[in-house]
């Protein structure tokens, strides 16, 4: 008998607590649910209150706001009809006092007080501003980067290796272009992060640029759209500089452009708004190479190793140094020096001034390179080194001129 009391009373327990639980559930439910405000309106005869309710506290384009209207007084002496300033928004009334409010799918997000146009009880009008507020926001999706978005005057290459070559004064016109018709409809304001980088032929990043831009689908209006503009400018601070035109296109203004430098230009959602999960495949990367001239000229500190020499009878003490002043072709498309170079210099010297009868001299050298046929091949591992087989015609210092043939590597300065 004692247990059964004790299980009956562990039940009754249980049970009040999950009713309180549901309770504490469902009340701040109910209260969020509906928003109420309270106006006071004066007439001839006695002041009254009235209380507006809406069924929520933010709403997006195309929702339906339910208002409704309790009246305190008993005798209704004055007529009130809701007003609500957003354009193309229709009332129409369910009941006496319940009207619903269709908002157009075409809105300027922001809060729009409802007003209470009244009639009094010896005709005349009023307009009350009440506090209850209707919020629109506006639907903010990321839309896909590639479905809207290009780069003018001409797309880049998606490799780094085949990076599209254009001359300089073209790159510094290159611009990013939104296509705003192809935003579809529901997705809303789109930031956009574009960082273009300059890396230079040695691998180095000369210049980084970073803008943070918006735009949006169009509507059709260009008033509608600047005052859009000018609500989302307003709203994110980072984006207070921007001007109308950048709606549809966006300058890079790149202005460090080095010879067979290449230029990277990314483009992606901006996620420090949050909108969305970040999703790195929704982004577009294009390479751009600066072309420069056809002809090029480097200079080298080499170590030479002489494999074989015509007058091997005239004997002659080689240094272990040389310094030449090469001259490269260059592939005009792909910006890759041409593996074979002509140049001019000294050979044989141990230092830059250790010329003599039985040393060093000077020279016209034919060399194949074959690190920058290692280059063209895409593997680049030493940015600055050069080697390979030199033939050598060779002037040394009161010596018989001779040819040489050497292998060589070098550093070019």
């Given at each position: ?21 549901l309770?504490c559930?469902?009340?701040p ?5 509906q928003?109420?405000s309270?106006?006071?309106?004066r ?8 209380i ?13 706001v339910?208002?409704v209207?309790?009246r ?13 300033a ?8 369910v ?13 300027t997000?922001?809060s729009?007080?409802?007003f ?35 780069i ?5 290459s ?5 990076a ?14 939104f ?29 980084t640029?970073e ?6 689908r ?5 008033e ?6 000018i ?23 790149v202005?460090s ?23 790195r ?7 751009f ?5 056809k ?6 500190l ?13 004997t002659?003490d ?5 310094a030449t002043?090469?001259?490269?072709y ?13 140049g ?9 001034i ?18 920058e ?5 895409n ?10 087989l ?10 018989n ?13």
């Amino acid at each position: 008998m004692g247990n059964s009391g004790f299980h009956r009373r562990a039940i009754l327990l249980c049970c009040a607590f999950l009713f309180v639980a549901l309770i504490c559930l469902v009340c701040p439910r109910m209260s969020c649910a509906q928003l109420r405000s309270t106006t006071l309106v004066r007439s001839s005869l006695e002041d009254e209150s009235i209380i507006l309710i809406i069924n929520k506290s933010v709403y997006f384009p195309g929702d339906t706001v339910r208002l409704v209207i309790e009246r305190t007084d008993s005798v209704i002496t004055v007529k009130v009809t809701p007003i609500i300033a957003i354009e193309g928004a229709k009332l129409h009334i369910v009941s006496p006092n319940t009207y619903i409010i269709a908002i157009p799918e075409i809105v300027t997000p922001g809060s729009y007080h409802i007003f209470l146009k009244v009639l009094d009880d010896q005709g005349r009008r009023f307009v009350y501003q009440t506090d209850c507020i209707v919020v629109i926001e506006e639907h903010q999706a990321v839309e896909r980067i590639g479905d809207y978005t290009s780069i003018a005057p001409s797309a880049g290459s998606m490799e780094l290796r085949h990076a599209l070559t254009l001359h300089r004064g073209v790159l510094r016109n290159l611009c990013v272009i939104f296509l705003r018709d192809s935003i579809r409809e529901q997705k809303g304001p789109q930031f956009v992060t574009i960082r273009t980088t300059v890396i230079s032929r040695e691998g180095v990043a000369i210049q980084t640029l970073e803008r943070r831009v918006l735009t949006f689908r169009s509507h059709g209006d260009p008033e509608r759209d600047r005052a859009m503009f000018i609500q989302y400018r307003t709203a994110y601070g980072a984006y207070a500089a921007l001007r109308m035109e950048e709606l549809d296109l966006v300058p890079l203004n790149v202005d460090s452009l080095p010879s067979w430098a290449i230029v990277k230009v990314n483009i992606e959602p901006d996620y420090t708004i949050k909108i969305g999960a970040y999703d790195r495949t929704n982004s577009i990367t294009q390479f751009f190479r600066v072309r420069g001239p056809k002809i090029e000229m480097g200079f080298t500190l080499g170590i030479p190793k002489v494999l074989y020499d015509t007058q091997a009878q005239d004997t002659l003490d080689y240094g272990k140094t040389s310094a030449t002043l090469r001259f490269y072709y260059i592939n005009q498309i792909t910006g890759h020096r041409f593996p074979l170079n002509l140049g001019v210099g000294t050979f044989g010297l141990n230092s830059p001034i250790d010329v003599g009868t039985d040393r060093g001299g000077f020279t016209l050298p034919l060399m194949l390179d074959v690190f920058e046929v290692l280059r063209i091949l895409n593997l680049d591992f030493f940015k600055k080194l050069n080697g390979g087989l030199e033939l050598t015609p060779f002037f040394p210092i009161q010596k018989n001129f001779r040819l040489l043939l050497d292998a060589q590597i070098s550093f070019s300065l």
